[in-house]
């Protein structure tokens, strides 16, 4: 089946400086990949889609200087968390297209965040 | 725009109960429904997928029904045990050509011994 990993599973960082995380599409090309956040308690939400070789498409309210995001190739894509403050703190999910699978999406094991 | 709503938000039940967790969403013009099941502070496991031609879909204990006319969807579980304890999402991917999927606000599920 298709695989999708994250890396790191968990980070604990200083308020003020950046943190990246990886998504990876371990056995299969993911032109489109997605990433989301998530809250306590609360459900997905989609913060931006990631396509390959061109600039991510962010959804409103989500500031693209804050989240940097970068497709370089079809099997990586990276969110960097810039300037990480407190509230930044969350549980991030990647999530990659398989095209023709159905237009099924494979999801990360997701990135827990902690902002000191 | 989209909205995809789980209700209930939260459920309780004995070891042994088959049960229905219900999904609705207000826009029927989708192209499949997913069900996932969320662990605390783990990621997402693929359940089911229904593609908007199909009316259901089953895997072991659980079978996941579309009603795409009237926008719902229901996920069965039959003779519930305590590994199922987790919660449950639904999510919807929209003919709208962007591939995205909008999530429900989810139903956690608690079976008890």
């Known amino acids: 089946g298709a695989v999708v990993s994250q890396h790191p599973s968990r980070v604990i960082c200083k308020s003020g400086t950046s943190v990246k995380i990886e998504c990876r599409s371990l056995?299969?090309?993911?032109?489109?990949m997605f990433w989301y956040r998530q809250f306590p308690k609360q459900s997905l939400m989609l913060m931006a889609t990631?396509?390959?070789?061109?600039?991510?498409?962010?959804e409103q309210g989500v500031e693209k200087d804050k989240f940097l995001i970068n497709h370089a190739s079809l099997t990586l894509s990276t969110l960097t968390v810039t300037s990480a403050h407190p509230e930044d703190s969350s549980f991030y999910i990647c999530?990659?297209?398989?095209?023709?699978?159905?237009?099924?999406?494979?999801f990360g094991p997701g990135t827990r965040l902690t902002v000191l | 725009k989209q909205e995809v709503t789980q209700i209930p938000a939260a459920l309780s039940v004995p070891e042994g109960e088959n049960l229905v967790l219900n999904c609705s969403f207000t826009?029927?013009?989708?192209?499949?429904l997913q069900w996932f099941r969320q662990d605390p502070g783990k990621g997402l496991t693929s359940l089911l997928l229904?593609?908007?031609?199909?009316r259901e879909q089953t895997s072991g204990r659980l079978n996941a029904s579309l009603d795409k006319s009237s926008g719902r969807s229901t996920l069965y579980i039959a003779a519930s045990q305590p590994g199922d304890s987790a919660t449950y999402l639904c999510?919807?991917?929209?003919?709208?050509?962007?591939?995205?999927?909008?999530f429900g606000t989810g139903t956690r599920l608690t079976i008890i011994p």
């Open positions: 229904i593609q908007s031609s199909q």
């Open positions: 826009d029927s013009a989708i192209y499949n």
């Open positions: 990631s396509n390959e070789g061109s600039k991510a498409t962010y």
């Open positions: 999510a919807v991917l929209s003919n709208f050509g962007n591939e995205k999927l909008t």
């Open positions: 999530s990659a297209y398989l095209q023709g699978s159905n237009n099924e999406q494979f």
């Open positions: 056995d299969f090309q993911a032109t489109t």
